[in-house]
């Protein structure tokens, strides 16, 4: 069966809102304190993360998502003066977010919000420092592949920008970029017939485009380490989460079945899911996504809008 750009694009919305939501009630759990069955609303007895928060309900990693959503879809392009505006608007009213209750916010995301409600200037909010290389950038880039329709070397370029936003280190520019990448060669019609093409297609891609030497060549060769097989633990650290996702999609074809693995590592949960999610939801549609988990979602009612507004753009 053929999955449509249409497909493509509302599985990859939906996977990394539905992963995020399935994450969150798990997040911090070390994997052997996981129950049995992995489930939007966890079984009885089980000590969740977010007790306040209904099961259905994404994070900070679909509201951010959401917010470059926007941006891309009312600007045409990546604002970044637009994108900043609105990552405030979330961070102080809940723009976006279920219900507009925040409930999960990075530290390195938080520092660097507040930066921006100081006016700084956006491409500069973000922290460089080599231990402020959290995951909070990746988490909420996959709409800006979804949306552009620029050559490669372009959607490289506004990865690294909407990255600076929060997270201005090369790692987690270098890791933006080329999640993007792996992203966008999922939206092709056709399938492809070995799990692991995209992802080497996507690195040609980037080494192609990067400076031969500078540290984003060396966030790549020697931190992503993108030809070595992928492993990942499902941590916090940018480049373990960009790894755990690698891991999991090459290795499991069926969406319900990547994502309560990415549960399955424990720790950071709802982003590991959100980021195996979207890319599995790009890769096998929105028909891949149970419907159960689909129903159960919160927030639809600003979700539906944004996504009709993405195909219509994208078709």
Known sequence: MTITKRDRLEGGIWGLLVGDALGV???FSRPEQLPAVIEMTPPEGFDRAHR?????????????????????IEREQLDVDDFARRLVNWYSHGYLAVECRVFDVGVQTGVAIRRLMEDVPPLEAGPTDERRNGNGS????????LFH???????VRDADRQSRLTHGHARSRVSCALYCLWARRFLREEPWSDPVAPWQDAVASLRAILPAEGEE??????HIRPDEPAEGRGGGYVIDALRSARMIVERHPRFEDA???????GDDTDTTAALVGGIAG????????PSRWIDAMRGR??????????VKLRR
């Open 25 to 27: 009630p798990y997040e």
């Open 138 to 145: 990746l988490m909420r880039v996959l709409p800006l592949a």
């Open 217 to 222: 060549r060396e966030a790549l060769e020697f």
């Open 52 to 72: 306040g928060t209904p099961p259905g309900t994404y994070s900070d990693d679909g509201a951010q998502a959401l917010c470059l959503l926007a941006t891309l």
């Open 301 to 310: 009612e600003q979700v539906d809008p944004l996504v009709a507004w993405l």
């Open 259 to 265: 994502v309560i693995e990415a549960v399955r590592l």
């Open 149 to 155: 329709t620029g050559t490669d070397a372009e959607l």
């Open 282 to 289: 790009v890769r096998e549609g929105i028909a891949s996504i």
